[in-house]
């Protein structure tokens, strides 16, 4: 366990120390199964792409900019992205609208069937996963993954 930082106590080094290590496990097992669920979308599709579809299903068609701001990813990796995408037909460029120098991309219908599919499939998981867990556990969990979520988007400002 590392030393205490600047005016911390020992109780929120071990806290610190004790969420790091579960987060890290966490997100290993979420790999683990965002791979399958990205395979449920489209054999072909990367899992990192799972978030980019789920940002465009949330927020609606967006501009590549704004698509790489959402899911905090660089243009260059978004844009490799969305092509892959496109050629596996999930996803769509158009003209934007507002500006026709600039492309609007947006699921097909397809791609929001398949990621409504593989969202079902998904929660089925954490239904069986978490069947024994109280409801109020549940809404805590939810939460506190919320109010993190909220510290890294502030984070990157």
């Known amino acids: 366990m590392s030393e205490p930082g600047p005016g911390e106590d020992a109780e929120r080094t071990r806290a610190i120390h004790d ?62 992205q969305v092509k892959m995408l496109e050629d596996l037909g999930v996803l769509t460029k158009v003209a934007d609208p507002t500006d026709g120098r600039a492309q609007s991309i947006t ?29 109020a556990d549940l809404q805590t969990l939810a939460d506190l993954l919320t109010k993190l979520n909220r510290s890294y988007l502030n984070e990157r400002g």
């Open 19 to 80: 969420m790091e290590e579960q987060l890290s496990f966490l997100w290993r097992r979420a790999r683990s199964n965002g791979n399958k669920v990205a395979k449920q979308v489209h054999p072909d599709m990367e899992p990192g792409a799972y978030g980019l579809l789920a940002a465009l299903q949330r927020r609606g068609s967006l501009r590549l900019t704004d698509l790489a701001a959402e899911i905090g990813v660089g243009k260059p990796s978004v844009s490799r």
């Open 107 to 135: 699921l097909t219908e397809v791609g929001a069937r398949q990621l409504a599919t593989a969202q079902i499939s998904r929660q089925q998981i954490f239904r069986d996963l978490l069947s024994d867990w109280p409801d």
